[in-house]
């Protein structure tokens, strides 16, 4: 079910930026020193970023790993609570060490944050960051003043043009998994098999699992991410042999069909990582057939049941 725009969410300014270093599971909060007049216009533009991204025509969407939003959809994630330094940092900003020199060269930077307490409640605005956005005192950055280029001395940073995620109390709002999880911890919401789930997967009798051989073992994020998705799913409850061999040879993938007489019909699993992964999104339903022209079918990530 889709949601309106919460009225809570924020149109403060926060007022505190902090350079996020390390690890998205465990980070490192760099607070950035700025002057009173650059903290009044940097919070002045990531409001303006926050009201872009959280634009109350944009349809709220419960968070599906599965589903690509459009341009006019937010993903909505609720219950969602931060790494615990950044809420550390939120909390108490002067705790935190002051970004310098050798940190822009050095460190890993992955984010930026802009927060504050507003009414009790965390209010932070994340950008994510890459090298390209490093001013390096070694390279030859030139700044145009008075009509005239002159090259600048010491290291600096250039501010995105758009926010990758807003955290308000609990409620994270963001367009694109794969940024916002480069800043923040979001595992908890993209659930991936276990070792046991993937072997309890594997091993269902309706498989044969001769042609699979290392490839159990080998397993990728994405690989472990369906197989928890099937497994939500019930997959098992629906699956017929050759019904899926006729799907599969409609998106190119040959599924053999293995038969006997001392065992009921089995689905052979595929001996390469990409067959496999390709035989996955045929059983989690990646594709989409032409309601015009059934001869036609495409694959899809932005999936959706229509209400």
Known sequence: MTQKPSSAESTTPPGQFFLIAGSAKVPELLRLAV?????GSLSALFETQRQALCDPERERIPFDGRYRPRADQLFQLQSYTAPKPVLE?????LGCR?????DLED?????IMCAAMVAGRVDARFQVFSRGQV?????????????????MEAPGLSIADRLTAHLDGDTLYFQSFAKTRQVLDLGDAYVEATGPELQGFFA??????SQLGALRDTTDQQVRQKVASLLKNKVF??????????????????????????????????GTKKQL??????????????LFDETRVFETSSKRPVE
């Open 35 to 39: 002057s009173l007049e650059l903290q």
């Open 89 to 93: 940092a939120i909390s108490y900003p």
């Open 98 to 102: 002051t970004a310098n020199a050798d």
């Open 107 to 111: 460190a890993h930077i992955r984010g």
């Open 135 to 151: 001013l390096k005192a070694n390279r030859l950055n030139l700044f145009l003043s008075r009509d005239t280029f002159v090259r």
């Open 204 to 209: 269902n009798p309706i498989f044969d699992t």
């Open 237 to 270: 409850e629906r699956l017929v042999p050759t019904q899926l061999a006729d799907v599969a040879a409609r998106v190119g993938l040959k599924v053999q069909l293995i038969r006997d007489r001392e065992s009921p019909e089995r689905v052979q699993l595929p």
């Open 277 to 290: 992964k390709q035989f996955l999104r045929v059983l989690d339903e990646d594709y989409l057939q032409s």
